[in-house]
Each structure stands twice: as C-alpha cells, then as structure tokens.
C-alpha cells in the first residue's frame, strides 16, 4: 500500500536539506558560542558540532557574525511566540497579576531549559561587537515596551501613578542580571522557582512607582 505522499521534486529536496543545515548551523553556533565564548567561536568548530562541510557554512552564511545574528534572531522571535501563546491562553478575566506571572514564569523556564541559548543571548551578545550590541538593545527596548504595557493596564485598574521609565528600566536590568548570574552559576535549571518572589518585587514596582527620575 503506497501511502498519499505528493512527490517531491528535486528543488523541494534540495531547499528541504538546506533548511535543515540551516537550523543544524544554528543550533551549532549558540552551543560553541556558549562554551567558548564568540571571541574563540570559528567556523570550523561551529560546522564539527552541526556535522556539516565548510561548503554548506559558506553557502548559508558569509561569516561567523551573520551565522550568530542568525541564531539570536531566531531564538528572539521563538521566545517571544513560545511568551505570546503563554499569555494567549490565560483564561478571561484571570487579572493583570496572571499576566505578570505567566509572562515571567514562561521566560524563566525557557533559560531554565535553554542554558546554552541564555548563555548566547544574555552574555556573549554584549562582547560581540558594536553591531551585536545594537541588536541586544532593540531586543531589550521591546521587553521594555511589553512591560509600559502591563504597567499602563496596572495604572487604569489600580489607580496608581504613572510608572517611570527609569522603573521600567530598573526591572527590565533587574531581571536579566539576575538570569545572567544564576545561568553563571550553573543554577539556571532553578530558575523558575524564584517566580513567585520575582513577580512580587515586580508588581511592587509597578503598583508604588518608587523611582521617578532618571538613573
């Protein structure tokens, strides 16, 4: 019995392979950068860990900088759509506090399984050049801007002042200081069961609004 497969044609194979290299390559510069730090990252480690030639390296990236931007775009944009579902499936009416906690507990267990990926993003990124840097701040400019909305909800249902954005910046900095020293530390597969207390400082913050003037 031959099952109801369409064919695939020769193109199809080929893109199909080269999408797998691709996410191979990927996954390969995130490990190597992890355990070595980029500075010492280079193309033939990187493609000895993903298994695949010198050749394939070239014909997906022009250098190890485009193969890591890559990698941290991808994983960025996973994050975020794995932190997206997680908040889309709060029941209704569940409240803000709900939304602070999902929000927290779904990025703290993403680093928690994730080392290597947290190692990348959170530490290597800092030392990868200017161009890299400017990247780390837009992706930190967008978390921030996720948490003036939670805040903006937080001040119409709670009447409290208006959050300034040296608080914002105050948990945004908090709380991947805290990921990068515990990932450090080797303890990052704990992360997520600092939640509760994390979303207490959190919302204490948001709620009081203690800090009003630049840092």
């Known amino acids: 019995m031959r099952l109801p497969i369409p064919p695939i044609d020769a193109a199809q194979t080929r893109r199909i392979a080269a999408e797998s290299q691709r996410d ?7 490990t190597v950068v992890a355990e070595h730090g980029y500075a010492a990252t280079t193309v033939t480690n990187v493609i000895a860990a993903a298994g695949v030639s010198r050749r394939t390296f070239y014909e997906q990236f022009p250098n190890i900088e485009s ?4 990698a941290y775009d991808a994983g960025v944009t996973a994050l975020d759509e794995i932190v997206t579902s997680a908040v889309a499936s709060i029941p209704a009416g ?12 779904t990025y703290l267990e993403t680093f928690a399984v994730q080392p290597a990926f947290t190692t990348a993003v959170m530490i290597e990124i800092l030392g990868a050049g200017p161009r890299a840097r ?12 996720l948490l003036r909305e939670l805040a903006d909800v937080i001040r119409v249902a709670e009447q409290v002042p208006h959050v300034s954005d040296a608080s914002i910046s105050l948990i945004s900095g908090g709380l991947a200081r805290f990921v990068v020293v515990e990932t450090l530390a080797g303890r990052a597969q704990h992360l997520p069961e600092h939640t509760d207390n994390l979303v207490d400082a959190i919302v204490s913050i948001l709620l009081g609004a203690p800090i009003q003037t630049p840092i």
């Open 67 to 70: 193969c890591f931007f890559a």
């Open 134 to 145: 400017t990247r780390y701040l837009k992706t930190v400019a967008k978390f921030e801007s």
């Open 24 to 30: 191979r390559l990927l996954f390969a510069v995130v």
């Open 94 to 105: 569940a409240g803000w506090r709900e939304v602070v906690r999902t929000t927290l507990q």
